[in-house]
């Protein structure tokens, strides 16, 4: 366990990153950050109440920018959620207009941070932010497609009747319409997927069109 991690946000991804955080002890101290701060002050004492169960993280809820110094991590998850039928991409504008807004401060106040960006459309907006703050490489990430790998390996899971984590491939691309799967370089233990006894192409195509329906359940739901 070791730094201080910042979540920009107090969405459910937020949340839910700061409760993986803690469910493996990451960080010495997470800060949750929030135009709500008193959502914050809520959200800090529901963690606080699970640490017996857990361990000694410092949970704080912050009440300005300046509670956001000297991070190590920045996990930006701001932003307008999208909404039922709604693509990623339109909501480029109104979350460049948050970056612009938020990022810079935070910048100013943990100048040596390393920033991880969550907020849809992830990989435009991870771009945008590096143009906005012009770090050094390797200073900003997006998440990316992980969530699309994550959910591709599940579902060929289901298919396949094997633990998705022995199963290694990934979508790449765009986190979005335009992401596609490498099934070429997909295996199972180090046996190449083409050639498992149950492979279908039915089933793959089944498994990653699964993908997309599972993100516009997120948002319905």
Do not use: C
Request: glycine share 8%.
């Amino acid at each position: 366990m070791s730094g201080k991690v910042s979540i920009i946000g107090g969405g459910h991804v937020g949340m839910s990153a700061a409760f993986a955080m803690l469910l493996k002890n990451t960080a010495h101290e997470i800060v949750l950050f929030d135009r709500d701060t008193d959502k914050m002050k809520g959200e800090q004492l529901e963690f606080q109440h699970s640490l017996t169960f857990l361990g000694t993280t410092k949970i704080v809820a912050a009440e300005s920018y300046k509670d956001l110094k000297d991070s190590d991590v920045i996990v930006f998850t701001a932003g307008r959620a999208q909404l039922p039928g709604e693509s990623r991409l339109n909501l480029v504008k109104s979350n460049v207009e948050v970056i612009n807004n938020i990022l810079p401060d935070v910048a100013k106040h943990s100048p040596n941070s390393v920033i991880i960006m969550v907020t849809n459309p992830v990989d435009i907006l991870t771009y945008q932010a590096s143009q906005l703050l012009k770090l050094a490489p390797g200073r900003i990430f997006g998440s990316g497609t992980s969530l699309d790998s994550a959910r591709f390996r599940f579902h060929l899971s289901e298919f396949l009747g094997i633990n998705p984590k022995n199963i290694h491939t990934y979508v790449l691309g765009e986190h979005g319409d335009s992401s596609f799967p490498t099934i070429s370089h997909a295996d199972i233990g180090g046996q190449p997927i083409s050639t498992m006894k149950d492979f279908s192409s039915k089933k793959i195509q089944e498994a990653f069109l699964k993908i997309m329906r599972s993100a516009l359940s997120s948002i319905n739901w």
